[in-house]
Nanobody, 136 residues
Framework: QVQVVESGGASVEAGGSLTLSCQAS??????????MGWFRQAPGKEREGVAH?????????????VKGRFTISTISQHSAANAGTMYLQMTGLQPEDTAVYYC??????????????????????WGQGTQVTVSA
């Protein structure tokens, strides 16, 4: 059974930093063949893509709104080929970054396809979300 679990959300002041984690396990195939993404949804707004990365490396994409401030990374689990962890290091946080942050994943054998994936509908595994609140 696939499990995707986010952690690390918190309340911080503007200019602060946070690192979110996403632990994924139970994939049918090796973790390296999954596109892993971070999405966020603020109250009253649509869910938007923040960043994504290919489990095997490459395919890294950042939304313009977070480029230069957020860094995505991933590492597969040595003890289980079908599991891994993704991180989102967030610096220079602003009130407009306040949202529920979701981790998501889908299977693909192509890092190029992962890079080009922009729509949440392409992702079929989702976590429950973790709240990030940035106060002015």
């Amino acid at each position: 059974q696939v499990q995707v679990v986010e952690s690390g959300g918190a309340s911080v002041e503007a200019g602060g930093s946070l690192t979110l984690s996403c632990q994924a396990s139970g994939f049918r195939y090796t973790y390296n063949y999954y596109c892993m993404g971070w999405f966020r949804q603020a109250p009253g707004k649509e869910r938007e893509g923040v960043a994504h990365i290919y489990g095997g490396g490459g395919g890294t994409y950042y939304a313009d709104s977070v480029k230069g401030r957020f860094t995505i990374s991933t590492i597969s689990q040595h003890s289980a080929a079908n599991a891994g962890t993704m991180y989102l290091q967030m610096t220079g946080l602003q009130p407009e970054d306040t949202a529920v942050y979701y981790c998501a994943a889908f299977y693909t054998r192509s890092s190029d396809y992962c890079f080009a994936a922009r729509s949440s509908s392409q992702y079929n595994y989702w976590g429950q979300g973790t709240q990030v609140t940035v106060s002015a």
